[in-house]
Every structure is written in structure tokens, then in C-alpha cells.
């Protein structure tokens, strides 16, 4: 692990994800919660989206770590965290209490697309917690209602992992991350490989979860810095959630990633590294 802190460079997709920092858990209130940190400065919390977890910051790790105290956690559901009921409240207090007892708030909290959402849901509700809020390729949560209907393709993806297996399944789920004719071998292999480790129970906590989630009513009172990074070309958040996502951070600060999909931590890293660090160290 330690050469790549060290400048080795790892050249296969296995490499760059075992030089990531080691799997913690923890005991919280509502049980373990995993996650890796490494580096030592001002924290900054990422939150990976539905098709990944901790490992999904792979290119964020040795980028950052120099400067930040960086931590990625597993959402409830995912990695070595147990699942939690599919609210967006509760998944906002398990991070909270997960920064309570790593020490580490106020922290800059960076949410990937369902990330996003629970990080906007953290910010709104414990504003002491967050000193930035960084909103990647996200969206205000569906805001349906508690007594709408599963959505289909929830069980069709539980199905899809059982009957193909993980690798085939991580493989699916990660070619739908990136736009047409993205040809990156090495960025598709890590989205693959970390996809693969997805568990039923998170696939269905975490979607519906966002089913239910709406913060259209707290997104315009956020009063701490906001940075509203999107993809010229996701895939995954339709340009209508986005330019909602736009309309409803008026104070923020919002740039789109020429070409990226809705991966682009993993396709143009150092061009979204580099907005992040300006970002987490203004003047």
C-alpha cells in the first residue's frame, strides 16, 4: 500500500485498488459502519454513489491525502456496513455519527450522486458538521411519496447480481456510468471491480432510500460554501434533475466537466482533483 503514498505507480486495476487504505469498522448506534481514511489536515468526507463504495475513490486517495485528512465511507448497505431503514434522515445521522467519532467535524463533505444527497441532507440538518459541501454529478433526491410502490428495476437488479454474478454484474453497472465510446480500459475495470461488491440489501436500502428523498425545500437555505460539480454527458442524472439540482443552489459554485459521464472522479481525475483542491483551499 505504502508505495504508492510514495510515488509508485500502479499499472493494473488490482494495484490501484489494494493500494487503497485499509478497511476500518466501527460500532455506531445502528451498527458497523466501514470505512478507510488516510492522510493527515482539514477532513474531507466523500460519499460514493449507488454503484460504489469506499474503494470508488481510488484516484482521490493519493491525489489528496498529502494535504487532507481524507475519509470514504461505506453507505450503510455496502462494504462491511450493515443496512439501515431506507430514510435519508437516517442515513444523513449514521454519517454523522460516524464524523462525530472519528473526530473530524466541521469537515468539507464531497457527495457523489447519492452521496449528494445524503450530504446536502447532513449540511441542511447539522450545518456545524459541514464547513463545505461539494454536490458531484447528484440531484435532489425523487420525493415520492412513503406509500409509492418499490421501483421495478430495484428487484430486477437484486435478480441481475444473482443469476450473471458479481463481476459480470460490476461490469454492467459500471459500462452505465460512462457516456458512448469512453475508452478508458483502467477507469472501467476500478468502476467494475467496485460495483461487484454490491449486496442486495444495499441495492435495495440505498434505492429506495433516494426514492423517498427530497431536498428541494433545504437545498436553497444551504449557507456554507457549495461546490456543484456535473458531467457534460452523465448517463445517469438526466439533465432535467440536474439543471433542477442548478436552479436549487443559486448561491453555489457550479462547474460541468466537458465530456465527462457520471464517473468523473474515475475519468478525469486530475481535473477533478484539481477542482476540489481549489475548492478545499480557497485563496
Not at 489528496?64 to 430514510?87: K, M, Q, T
Not at 473526530?103 to 445524503?118: K, Q, T
Not at 483502467?186 to 442486495?200: I, L
Request: glycine letters at 10%; a neutral charge.
Amino acid at each position: 500500500m505504502w508505495a504508492y503514498w510514495l510515488g509508485a505507480i500502479p499499472v493494473t486495476v488490482e494495484e490501484i485498488l489494494k493500494a487503497c487504505p485499509r478497511q476500518r469498522v466501527t460500532a455506531l448506534s445502528r451498527g458497523a459502519l466501514s470505512y478507510r481514511t488516510a492522510g493527515q489536515g482539514p477532513a474531507v468526507v466523500f460519499l460514493h454513489g449507488l454503484a460504489g463504495n469506499s474503494l470508488s475513490w481510488a484516484r482521490q486517495f493519493p491525489a489528496l491525502a498529502a494535504r487532507y485528512r481524507i475519509v470514504a465511507w461505506d453507505a450503510p448497505g455496502f462494504g462491511l456496513s450493515d443496512a439501515v431503514e431506507p430514510d435519508v434522515e437516517v442515513f444523513a445521522d449514521v454519517l454523522r455519527e460516524l464524523l462525530d467519532h472519528l473526530g473530524c467535524g466541521p469537515a468539507a463533505v464531497a457527495g457523489h450522486s447519492m452521496g449528494g444527497v445524503v450530504a446536502a441532507r447532513l449540511a441542511a440538518g447539522h450545518p456545524d458538521k459541514v464547513a463545505r459541501l461539494v454536490l458531484s454529478c447528484s440531484h435532489a433526491g425523487y420525493g415520492e411519496s412513503a406509500d409509492s410502490p418499490m421501483q421495478p428495476r430495484v428487484e430486477q437488479r437484486v435478480r441481475e447480481l444473482a443469476s450473471v454474478g458479481a463481476a459480470e454484474y460490476g461490469l454492467i453497472r459500471a459500462r452505465g456510468l460512462f457516456p458512448a465510446g469512453f475508452a478508458d480500459k483502467e477507469a472501467m475495470g476500478v468502476a467494475a471491480g467496485v460495483a461487484a461488491e454490491a449486496r442486495p440489501e444495499g441495492i435495495r436500502s440505498s434505492t429506495r432510500m433516494l426514492q423517498l428523498a427530497d431536498n428541494r425545500s433545504v437545498l436553497p437555505r444551504l449557507e456554507m460554501p457549495v461546490l456543484v460539480i456535473t458531467g457534460e454527458r452523465d448517463p445517469v442524472v438526466k439533465p432535467h434533475l440536474r439543471d433542477e439540482l442548478r436552479a436549487l443552489t443559486p448561491q453555489a459554485r457550479h462547474i460541468e466537466m466537458p465530456g465527462a459521464g457520471h464517473a468523473p472522479y474515475l475519468e478525469y481525475p486530475a481535473a477533478y482533483n484539481a477542482i476540489l483542491d481549489e475548492f478545499l483551499s480557497p485563496g
